[in-house]
């Protein structure tokens, strides 16, 4: 349908488009900021030196680290003009007025803090500049993050207000980020931001943080396994550091922005060495400017036990800045989310006038590809007259560049929409939205117990994931909230999402936590402890990869897999690949890039499309199936020189996610070099394939998915080998609707039935091997 066939009468605009006239006219006058954030910087440029007296000078310099030369005005375009012309939009965060205090809260015995604010209220790019400069601070500073596109967004953004070039660009830098397959730091990088993952990888290399002072926990809320591990282990190097006289201690700090902390607050308070620390702490006598009475930590309101918490733990509450959110709910509830969005999307665009962007809340990259085709397709119809409208995708396998276009202005008179997963819910904050579309549904991993698997599901989403997206649209002015479902729907959605740790495979988590010297994983101060039958899973799957002794104790596999950035499967096979007899490190690589990215193949909509695409991508695709279809599709890519986005439209391949896969499989090369499983240059040579090779390549990935095996029934449909379960091959695959005797599958999938994902054909005997070998 166009969008005037939803009932948006041209009439009515007339005036909209004369409001969007007067708005454009305004914005282009520069008095009024075109995206509505960081008002005015530039405008207020000249007020702001006029302003710097020395006096003044020192104060910026403390507080904003904008270093200003005496007597001189910065140079124009140079980084520390930009950084002064940032400092107006930072101190008008709501952090700001904190800034002194969480200073005061850390210094002395006080080893930990809780910063409470909401989504946008500056904690994860302020609140390391204010430590800085402080006396116990002479390392670096550690900000965690759970996603990779927030960790360089924040590390680029901070470096813009600190004024000094980013990562590895320059030896001078004092920000840099470091994320899985890639790191930009300098030698004299202050502040790091880094995702959990990798922060787990430090801890386990240098067991105390030695180069660190600080380590910032950022967005606890969302409460992933990494950050569980993460805090228990930072409770027992905290002490660690403060029982070895002499050595430094190190300062935690712990961001939230919902205000369920009181299960974080017991959990540093009951710490076992928390009596013997901190004894002379007696210096908290001021108290907290933005503590609300009833929110005060346990000590403050008479609850819990006060004295211990006094002595390791603060919480400062940070009052955010709200605008009123108007909601909308269906009154029925849809069957298709897409549809139902690309409507809104249009009548917002239509009757909403300029600024104010639209951030729309799908579930996955399949979603967010479709609607993104959807509203293009529409977009072409929009009459000349009408704003343009600008798709940006954002989801977590996105390649950096693209990801960070969300942050960049669009070009004037246009809106633009941002399609999101719940990634824009709280991690990243894109500033300009003032209209949220919330399809109330997310992508979660769950651990299926019946097949010892970790899979996708698509699930309704808590009530305080609702409220958190619906916060998005009020930052920069009031704003709107299109939810797509009903208020009944709304009033029955689960209060809180339940932590990662209670619903997902544990293999990962617990190899990290024997590796770091945790014998009994029973003992690991986990926040929310999990069952006992998903530990046992996971102590059992990790025993088959050979990552575990007869003891329970880690072995000298365990210890490689726990170094490589990658589950425990996928690590398997690796060190599978790079074993004399199977030799084939270089493809495995290229397949297990692949693996770490969303999907490569496009989607295709129509049966028409299909067709092509399936004639298109014949040269690539295996009949031994997807893995080596996979790896076809990498060789091929790379070995064509003169036009690899012409190459991948031919193929009806997205050129974004080959460009990650290339990413990936440079650092996992970079990184298998360096930890010793082959000689540097080997990744040079290029095999041929043969299907001696082929097979090789297969009996590694059953190395480390061996419990990921099915064999074909009479009937035709499949069985896991372990558990007995029914599966079907999933569609996409090459495989669908052959019949082969035994499969292994790297991923699994459930929507309305169980399907085995990216699936390879192998020999039953090949998998008796296997499973004979690790039982
Ligand atoms: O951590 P929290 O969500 O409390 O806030 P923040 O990430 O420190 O963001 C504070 C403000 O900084 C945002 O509202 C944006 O105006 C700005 N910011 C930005 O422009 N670019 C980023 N990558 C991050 C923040």
Not at 597 to 617: H, Y
């Amino acid at each position: 349908p166009h969008p005037s066939k939803w009932g948006v009468k041209r009439k009515r605009h007339e005036k909209e488009d004369r409001a969007l006239r007067v708005e454009e006219t305004r914005t282009s006058t520069g008095t009024k900021p075109k995206d509505g954030t960081l008002a005015g910087n530039s405008a207020a440029l000249p007020s702001l030196q006029r302003d710097v007296t020395s006096s003044s000078r020192e104060r910026l310099r403390r507080n904003g680290r904008a270093t200003i030369p005496d007597g001189q005005a910065p140079k124009r375009g140079s980084l520390k003009e930009k950084s002064l012309s940032l400092l107006s939009s930072r101190k008008a965060l709501p952090i700001w007025v904190y800034a002194d205090e969480i200073r005061k809260q850390l210094r002395g015995s006080k080893d930990v803090l809780l910063v409470v604010g909401e989504t946008g209220s500056g904690k994860s790019t302020q609140v390391p500049q204010f430590l800085l400069d402080e006396p116990w601070c002479g390392g670096c500073i550690a900000v965690t993050q759970p996603r990779r596109v927030a960790a360089v967004s924040l590390a680029r953004r901070v470096a813009e207000e600190m004024g000094t070039p980013l990562g590895s660009s320059s030896p001078a830098s004092k920000v840099g980020y470091s994320i899985r397959f890639d790191t930009s730091v300098s030698p004299s990088t202050r502040i790091k931001f880094i995702t959990e993952g990798m922060l787990l990888q430090e801890m386990l290399r240098d067991p105390t943080l030695p180069q660190y002072s600080a380590v910032i926990v950022d967005e606890v809320h969302e409460r992933s396994v990494n950050v569980d591990l993460i805090l228990g282990f930072l409770r027992n190097i905290v002490s660690k550091r403060q029982a070895v006289r002499g050595s430094r201690s190190l300062k935690v700090v712990v961001m939230s922005a919902t205000a369920d902390v009181q299960g974080l607050m017991e959990y540093f308070d009951d710490h076992p060495d928390a009596a013997a620390v901190g004894t002379e702490a007696q210096d908290h006598g001021s108290s907290w400017s933005g503590l609300p009475a009833s929110g005060r930590s346990a000590g403050q309101n008479g609850e819990g036990k006060s004295d211990h918490l006094h002595e390791r733990l603060s919480v400062c509450y940070v009052k955010g800045r709200q605008f009123p959110v108007k909601l909308h709910y269906l009154s029925e509830p849809t069957q298709d989310f897409v549809e139902e969005a690309l409507k809104r999307v249009f009548q917002i665009h239509y009757k909403e006038p300029l600024p104010g962007d639209i951030l729309v809340f799908l579930t996955g990259q399949d979603t967010v590809e479709a609607l993104e085709a959807l509203v293009n397709e529409y977009a072409l119809g929009i009459e000349a007259d009408v704003p343009k409208l600008v798709t940006l995708p954002l989801f977590a396998a996105l390649p950096q560049a693209a990801q960070q276009k969300v942050f960049e202005r669009c070009p004037p008179n246009s809106r633009k929409v941002i399609l999101a997963t719940n990634i824009a819910e709280t991690s990243v904050t894109v500033p300009g939205v003032r209209f949220v579309v919330d399809c109330g549904k997310v992508k979660l991993k769950q651990f299926r117990n019946r097949l010892g698997l970790d899979s996708l599901l698509v699930k309704p989403i808590s009530q305080s994931s609702a409220i958190q997206r619906q916060g998005r649209a009020g930052r920069d002015a009031p704003g709107q909230c299109f939810r797509l479902f009903t208020e009944d729907d709304y009033r029955n959605l689960q209060k809180r999402t339940n932590p990662e740790i209670l619903r997902c495979d544990l293999s990962d988590a617990l190899l990290k936590i024997k590796a770091r010297g945790v014998q009994n994983v029973l003992e690991f101060p986990f926040l929310d402890k999990p069952p006992r039958e998903s530990l046992e899973n996971a102590l059992l799957q990790l025993y088959h990869l050979g990552a575990l002794n007869d003891d329970g104790s880690i072995s000298d596999v365990g210890v490689r897999i726990s170094r490589l950035p990658l589950s425990p499967t996928l690590g398997r096979v690796i060190l599978e690949a790079s074993s004399e007899d199977k030799d084939c490190l270089v493809e495995i690589i290229d397949i297990v890039a692949c693996l770490s990215v969303e999907n490569i193949f496009l989607s295709l909509a129509t049966e028409e499309k299909k067709e092509e695409a399936e004639s298109a991508r014949r040269e690539l695709m295996k009949r031994e199936g997807d893995h080596l279809t996979l790896l076809a599709t990498v060789q091929s890519y790379s070995s064509e020189q003169t036009d690899r986005k012409q190459w991948s439209a031919r193929h009806f391949v997205s050129h974004r996610a080959m460009q990650n896969v290339m990413d990936v499989r440079k650092q996992l090369r970079k990184q298998c070099e360096q930890l010793g499983l082959c000689d540097t240059g080997i990744m040079l040579r290029q095999s041929e394939a043969s299907e001696e090779r082929s097979a090789a390549i297969l009996r590694c990935l059953l190395a480390g998915f061996a419990s990921n095996t099915a064999r074909l029934l009479p009937d035709g449909s499949f069985k896991t080998l372990l558990g007995n379960q029914t599966v079907a091959i999933h569609p996409s695959s090459v495989l669908f609707g052959k019949k082969v005797e035994a499969i292994v599958f790297s991923e699994f999938v459930y929507t309305n039935r169980s399907y085995a994902r990216n699936v390879s054909s192998v020999k039953l005997s090949w998998v008796d091997d296997v499973l004979a070998s690790s039982s």
